[in-house]
């Protein structure tokens, strides 16, 4: 960077006219432009083709892709492309490369070699969000894996291609104030301080996946609705430590890994933003998703990432933050809470659900979008109901499930109990599915059911039957 730095500014002495601030930082970060990307998640079962995708991508000027996968329809797809590309090893074959130098071989050979140099491929993230899965063994196998992938792309001189692995923002145990950003004790010397020395060593990036969103939404008492969409004027936040002052919560989260790095004694590292975004949509329990709040959240992050000069983090300011946006797609087949399959750019049909582009430079305040009506959380009761014409087979399976969890969770839908008629399967799904949620939604049960139940604010309880409920 400083050697660029310094070329860029003998040849201003002969071009005076151009301002030199400007061109300064414009040129002196071209290496990581941050060019933010997309995230083209897959977990959707109504999705459009490869082919179709793409276009899509290169309608919102994205810089850069990021697949969870190594699709080979994708990869082909992006060949001749001016995309630089991101695949993954999939979570189930770390343990295995860790101690197979053959198998990351084969593997690099089959998945990125076929495609070289024709695909940009320039990252191969080793798993994701390893450090979130229960599953430790893994953990202890991420960084021999990552070191054995960097050893076969090295063998097949695959030298543009960098090694990471994107992590939640949960390997922080301490995230404020960010100057006392620390990572969780139990896995900091295991797992991250070799990630942080193979990362500086082969001049990687540290992959971070940082939501908003989801700090906001645990806390909007204590955090502004607009701080954490990154808009102007809202109230600062000074780490009282560092005298730091924060504008938004995106940086206050980015710095907090900063300094967590630094602590563990890796102080120049790169940060690369895995993912981030904001959800169009959710359940009724859950606050802020909506398509207004999305589109004002990627348009300030757009443009807060494709600033010029460079804006970087007060900790790091004028540093490249390169990105992906997550994502492409509403993915109708991701579990969990209704936020997760609400994070897309684009309905399945192709249709954008609100007007967006990456580049930064056609970027107005979005308009004519529906006001949110859910920045405040839901007051009053909600159920969980079966949805009108769901496969009836899985819906069976569904309604013994739910009923087998919990305490007594199904006794008046059973013959002779208070809710038993109507007697058919959608009365009794709903009420087992209403019941298993009021018990146990507090252990973290989601009305979900893979897509074959819905909340409502609507009472289904008929005459002496009272479907149990959620209060908020
Ligand atoms: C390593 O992987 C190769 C290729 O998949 C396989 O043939 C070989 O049996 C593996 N070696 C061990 C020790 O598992
Ligand atoms: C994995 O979990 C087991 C059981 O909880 C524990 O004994 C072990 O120390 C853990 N290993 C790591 C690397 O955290
Ligand atoms: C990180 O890499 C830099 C540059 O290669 C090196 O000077 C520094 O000593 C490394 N830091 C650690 C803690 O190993
Ligand atoms: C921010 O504040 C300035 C000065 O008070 C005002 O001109 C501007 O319209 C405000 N912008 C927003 C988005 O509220
Ligand atoms: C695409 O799907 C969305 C959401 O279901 C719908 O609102 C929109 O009208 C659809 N667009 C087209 C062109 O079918
Ligand atoms: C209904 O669900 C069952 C079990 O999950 C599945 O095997 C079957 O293919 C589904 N039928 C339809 C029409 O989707
Ligand atoms: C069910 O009841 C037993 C005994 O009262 C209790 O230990 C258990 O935690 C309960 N389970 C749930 C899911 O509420």
């Given at each position: 960077m400083k050697q660029q730095q310094q070329q860029t500014h003998n040849k201003m002495g002969l071009i005076l006219l151009i301002p030199l601030f400007y061109l300064l930082f414009s040129l002196s970060s071209a290496e990581i432009a941050p060019k933010p990307g997309v995230c083209y998640g897959q977990l959707g079962n109504n999705l459009p083709q490869?082919?179709?995708s793409i276009k899509l991508i290169k309608s919102l000027k994205a810089g850069r892709v990021k697949i969870y996968d190594t699709n080979p329809k994708i990869l082909k797809q992006l060949k001749n492309t001016n995309i630089q590309v991101s695949v993954m090893v999939p979570n189930e074959l770390i343990t295995f490369i860790a101690n197979n130098q053959t198998l990351s071989n084969n593997w690099v050979r089959s998945n990125i070699l076929r495609f070289y140099p024709k695909t940009k491929i320039r990252y191969v993230l080793v798993g994701n969000e390893i450090l979130s899965l229960p599953d430790n063994v893994t953990w202890t196998n991420l960084v021999p894996a990552m070191r054995r992938i960097r050893r076969s792309l090295t063998f097949f001189k695959l030298k543009k291609v960098k090694v990471g692995t994107p992590l939640a923002m949960d390997c922080l145990e301490v995230s404020f104030p960010p100057s006392s950003g620390k990572f969780r004790l139990s896995v900091t010397d295991s797992v991250i301080k070799p990630l942080l020395q193979f990362v500086n060593r082969t001049k990687s990036f540290f992959f971070i996946d940082v939501y908003p969103y989801f700090a906001w939404a645990s806390d909007p008492v204590n955090i502004k609705l607009g701080y954490a969409l990154l808009e102007p004027n809202v109230s600062g936040y000074t780490d009282p430590v560092t005298?730091?002052?924060?504008?938004?919560?995106?940086e206050q989260m980015l710095d907090a890994v900063y300094f967590a790095m630094k602590r563990a004694g890796y102080p120049d590292i790169r940060l690369f933003i895995a993912e981030t975004g904001w959800p169009n949509g959710g359940d009724i329990d859950q606050?802020?998703?909506?398509?207004?709040?999305?589109?004002?959240?990627n348009r300030n992050v757009i443009k807060f990432l494709t600033q010029k000069p460079l804006r970087g983090t007060p900790h790091k300011p004028f540093v490249a933050?390169?990105?992906f946006v997550f994502s492409l797609y509403n993915e109708n087949e991701k579990p969990g809470l209704g936020t997760e399959r609400h994070f897309g750019l684009f309905y399945p049909n192709g249709s954008g659900i609100y007007p967006i582009d990456l580049s930064g430079k056609t970027l107005e305040y979005p308009k004519g979008l529906p006001v949110p009506t859910n920045n405040e959380p839901y007051k009053g009761k909600i159920w969980c109901v079966a949805v009108r014409g769901a496969n009836t087979t899985a819906l069976g399976g569904a309604l013994s499930y739910a009923c087998g969890?919990?305490?007594g969770t199904c006794g008046p839908i059973k013959q002779g109990g208070k809710c038993f008629k109507p007697d058919s399967l959608w009365w009794h799904a709903s009420y087992a599915f209403s019941s298993y949620w009021a018990q146990?939604?507090?252990?973290?049960?989601?009305c979900y059911f893979d897509g074959l139940a819905v909340q409502t604010t609507k009472n289904p309880s008929f005459g002496s039957c009272k479907f149990p409920s959620v209060t908020l």
């Open positions: 490869p082919s179709t005298g730091l002052m924060y504008t938004n919560l995106l606050i802020g998703a909506s398509i207004y709040n999305a589109a004002v959240y933050l390169p990105s969890q919990g305490n146990l939604r507090e252990s973290g049960a989601t």
